[in-house]
């Protein structure tokens, strides 16, 4: 990407999400929306976002990079950049070009951070204020607010976010299918309701919560889309995985290790077991 010497271009990793955990706690009866907790971490794997001030009377979106295709014209970044200009916040217009490493569809919520970054980006250059910012970031999509920044955080089923500490960084896989999962139809398929184990003293968090814990979404998502599921239970397999979890509303599935040997060990057993799924290494940051 070549942009001319006067030009200033301003470059923004946006880091993937992964859920180490994901309880569906109750179905709100006022929003009709899955309440859920979750403890949400990110991981070195980025889009890489370039930002440019524009004279022009539009803005220009583009996206390039493997996982670029059908995305389509209407996505979170042309969304924002409409409520931003509906409200008068932009004194300029921007060419934002984003390369995606994150595949879409995966659960990694490669847009909704892309959108949490591009927003963090107008928070620093004082285009709007803190409040702005979260009222913003809640009406591109609900799990926005949680790309903010990239520490480790819980999520708590009443919508409330706790920031964390001494999370372990797992070497991790990243083995995804070719196809995507429909958030929508997983969530509206899904039956599975689990009672809080969260609470605000954050107390075994490690044991109760990340390898004791799960991905109520599993259950429809497989139902849905059963090619996961067996995918799954080759991974399971792995005696050197501490444990294997769908992240987010999938098709990505997770296998977390403690060294990198075992994640690369992994990585040419599933390769070639798996070779119509995308594996990529990774690491929680």
Do not use: W
């Amino acid at each position: 990407m070549v942009y001319p010497k006067t030009m200033r271009v301003y470059r923004i990793n946006s880091r993937a999400k992964v859920n180490l955990n994901l309880n569906v706690i109750k179905k709100s009866k006022i929003k009709k929306l899955h309440l859920i907790e979750s403890l949400v971490c990110f991981v070195n794997l980025s889009d890489k976002i370039y930002i440019t001030k524009l004279k022009s009377n539009s803005h220009v979106v583009r996206f390039t990079g493997r996982f670029s295709k059908n995305i389509t014209k209407k996505n979170t970044i042309t969304k924002l950049l409409s409520l931003l200009d509906k409200d008068n916040k932009l004194k300029n217009k921007y060419k934002i070009s984003i390369k995606k490493e994150i595949p879409i569809q995966s659960g990694m919520g490669g847009g909704s951070m892309n959108a949490s970054n591009l927003l963090n980006f107008f928070y620093k250059n004082k285009l709007i204020n803190l409040n702005e910012l979260k009222k913003y970031a809640s009406k591109i999509g609900s799990d926005v607010i949680l790309g903010l920044n990239s520490k480790p955080k819980i999520l708590y089923g009443d919508g409330s976010i706790e920031e964390v500490t001494n999370i372990k960084k797992y070497y991790i896989l990243i083995v995804k299918p070719t196809f995507g999962c429909s958030t929508k139809k997983i969530y509206s398929a899904n039956k599975i309701f689990s009672k809080s184990e969260f609470n605000k003293t954050k107390k075994n968090i490690v044991k109760n919560v990340i390898l004791n814990g799960k991905n109520d979404l599993e259950k429809s998502a497989f139902k849905l889309y059963p090619t996961l599921k067996k995918i799954k239970n080759q991974l399971d397999q792995n005696k050197q995985a501490n444990f294997v979890r769908m992240t987010g509303s999938g098709s990505a599935i997770i296998m977390y290790f403690n060294s990198n040997k075992f994640a690369k060990n992994a990585l040419k057993i599933y390769k070639r077991k798996l070779n119509n799924c995308l594996c990529i290494i990774t690491k929680i940051i």
